[in-house]
């Protein structure tokens, strides 16, 4: 029994899934404010689905999108050429969890 326990919370805290809520949020927050040029209340209600297992905070000058969620954190980065969109820049454990959304 200690086995299996041990075996499947190994298995979740390492899935790649785990990744997913704050690359998702990154990418979704970067490219509905700065390529779609949208306000940050219509983008909170686009990703309004993203945002209950991430929290995003936005940095304006450098054009990017940090999110944190299931321990993990994304950054989304404005491309060069606006034309292409957003890109994850990276992706790498988070050991500081966002209490809110900071924009």
Known sequence: MKRLLLLSILLITSCKYNEAPSMGLAKEMCS???????SISFCKEVTKESRTLAKFKVNWT?????ARGLGKKAVGILNDNPRFGCQIHEVSDSEVKFKKDHY
């Open 32 to 38: 509905c404010l700065f390529v779609a040029e949208q």
């Open 62 to 66: 450098d054009k990017t999108v940090e």
